[in-house]
């Protein structure tokens, strides 16, 4: 059973730094991607930073140069993090975790609450 748990999101103001992290466990995880979306209060949901399993990277246009996507492997568990610099009102947020499989088939995480205040 996979299951993918999001800690570190919060309030902060514009310019602050959060740290979100997506622990993916049940199993073995090199196979597979992993991704952070996020969905603005009103808006849809949209790709913010992507690591493949063979360590690919994307990332939305406007995140690029102020957030930075890792990730890290256990025999069980694999980590997504994503260290969110000098954020903006424009952030705010609900960020999804997700996970592919090589198969496409897709879990997502609870969602963290991300909000930058102005």
């Known amino acids: 059973q996979v299951q993918l748990v999001e800690s570190g999101g919060g309030l902060v103001q514009t310019g602050g730094s959060l740290k979100l992290s997506c622990v993916a466990s049940?199993?073995?995880?090199?196979?597979?991607?992993m991704a952070w979306y996020r969905q603005p209060p009103g808006k849809q949901r949209e790709l913010v930073a992507a690591?493949?399993?063979?360590?690919?990277?994307?990332?939305l246009h406007s995140v690029k140069d102020r957030f930075t996507a890792s990730r890290d492997y256990t025999i069980n568990t694999s980590t997504l993090h994503l260290e969110m610099d000098n954020l903006e009102p424009e952030d705010t947020a609900i960020y999804l975790c997700?996970?592919?499989?090589?198969?496409?088939?897709?879990?997502w995480g609870q969602g963290t609450q991300v909000t930058v205040s102005s």
């Open positions: 049940g199993r073995g995880f090199s196979t597979d991607d």
């Open positions: 997700s996970l592919t499989t090589p198969s496409r088939s897709v879990y």
């Open positions: 690591i493949s399993s063979g360590g690919n990277f994307r990332y």
